[in-house]
């Protein structure tokens, strides 16, 4: 018994040592592999950091970097270095001028990669909102600082750049380079916003015929009744041609086809289409247009503050930096497509480009600011004078008439860029009526 007990013993004295040692490598073990962890852990969040800060710098360099228009972006810090330095209104309102160009361009952009994210149908509601925001900034600005006429004209001289100058030099460029074919777009399309632009023109019109003819119920009230009850209708239009672009009829405003060569151009237009995929994601697309929108807004007051300073300074009439100038910042970018588009012989993206965004701005972007003024307790009306609102008639009338064949070609470009040019010496000697003589 003794010596099992000593056998015993000893396997016990042998086995402690041992026990003691495993326990000590797990700890050892342990403490290792949390260590691992920790290592892990750390290295795996400054590497989310690091590819966050990459990814965010990315996309600074694709929005405000990449784009070659970006080189103008400096002038809007100048414009308010000078407007604070040296007060020169001339210079600030130019340098204002220059430095919306970008934005504008680039809000369209922001746009464009968040309607990949939204679908057809909101991506189409995205585009009427913000595809003219920058006129629309302009424009609410202004209103709160009563200068209506500033409103009425900048958006009068938006869509009369659009369809004389923006149309009319996308159809010259296209047409020299293309002069061997005769140039086809779709028809009805072109007929739907035909019809869009004179519904606009009738809302502007009577507004001034029943002012100038002084037959109104209540003078001064009737007027601004009809054009609030006038604008409503029009919004109601639009978002009905919207309802019907998008949803009822998508087939009928395809690219129109000539023949088996068109419509193999047309299934590559479409591959290509296809595989076109948004370069910024979802949240910075928002946030690019919350921030460009801001610097917009900001640089839009210097711009609208120093329009009767760059007037004098310059001698120039204000009618004519309203409606001549004054596009310049909405339609740069707009111009630059529009032409390249022609180039490439998708004339449909031409005029959807050009006459779209007329529609836009005359069924939309104005009823919408008569909308907001009356919220805003500014007698903002469709009443643009008659010599704004005979400019806008005579102008939807001559594209219209350019437009019905389906066809393009350098003349009838090079007619609309000589059209556009008779407006722009027309508003050169015009000179906005008083108040007296309204």
């Known amino acids: 018994m003794g010596a099992v007990e000593e056998k015993i013993d000893l396997e016990s004295d042998e086995e402690i040592p041992l026990s003691l040692s495993q326990t000590r490598s797990k700890a050892h073990t342990f403490d290792f592999e949390a260590s691992c962890i920790g290592s892990h852990t750390k290295l795996s969040t400054s590497w989310c950091f690091k590819q966050l800060r990459i ?3 990315r996309s ?3 929005v405000l970097i990449k784009a070659k228009i970006s080189i103008l972006l400096p002038f809007g810090p100048l414009a308010i270095l000078l407007h604070y330095l040296t007060g020169k209104d ?3 309102f130019l340098f204002s001028l220059l430095g919306i160009i970008p934005l504008a361009e680039r809000l369209g952009y922001a746009t464009e990669q968040l309607a990949f994210y939204t679908g057809p149908t909101v991506g189409g509601l995205l585009n009427a909102t913000f595809g003219n925001a920058t006129e629309m900034i302009i424009s609410i600005y202004a209103l709160k600082k009563g200068m209506i006429r500033v409103v009425q004209q900048s958006l009068l001289g938006s869509v009369l750049s659009n369809m004389l100058l923006v149309l009319g030099c996308a159809f010259f ?3 020299i380079i293309h002069h061997k074919k005769l140039q086809r777009f779709n028809e009805a399309a072109v007929l739907v916003n035909s019809g869009l632009l004179l519904m606009a023109v009738m809302g502007i019109l009577f507004p001034a ?6 037959t109104e119920v209540h003078f001064g009230k009737s007027e601004l009744a009809l054009s609030r009850f006038s604008s409503c209708i029009m919004l109601v239009a639009y978002a009905s041609y919207l309802f019907f672009q998008l949803r009822t009829q998508q087939n009928l405003y395809g690219p129109v086809a000539e023949g088996p060569f068109e419509e193999e151009r047309n299934i590559i237009t479409e ?3 296809e595989e076109e995929a948004p370069v910024i994601t979802q949240w910075e697309a928002i946030g690019w247009l919350a921030v460009l929108t801001l610097w917009v807004s900001v640089l839009s007051g210097y711009l609208v503050d120093d329009i009767q300073g760059a007037s004098d300074s310059w001698n120039l009439p204000v009618a004519f930096i309203n409606v001549i100038l ?3 910042v909405g339609n740069a970018a707009e111009h630059a497509s529009a032409i390249m588009f022609a180039m490439k012989d998708k004339l449909d993206i031409t005029l959807g480009v050009a006459i779209g965004s007329s529609t836009q701005i005359s069924m939309f972007v104005i009823p919408f600011c008569v909308v907001v003024g009356w919220f805003m307790g500014t007698p903002m009306d469709l009443n643009f004078q008659l010599f704004e609102t005979a400019t806008l008639f005579i102008t939807v009338l001559v594209v219209a008439f350019m437009l019905q064949e389906g ?4 003349f009838k470009g090079l007619m609309l860029i000589l059209s556009y040019l008779i407006v722009a010496a027309s508003f050169f000697v015009h000179a906005n009526p008083t108040t007296d003589d309204a």
Do not use: A, Q
Not at 407 to 410: A, D, E
């Open 209 to 214: 015929v029943l002012h100038f003819t002084r």
């Open 326 to 328: 004054l596009p310049i």
């Open 90 to 92: 001339g210079w600030v």
């Open 173 to 175: 460029t296209g047409g």
């Open 271 to 273: 591959d290509s289409d």
């Open 60 to 62: 600074v360099y694709i």
């Open 55 to 57: 990814r965010h710098l």
């Open 407 to 410: 066809t393009s070609n350098y």
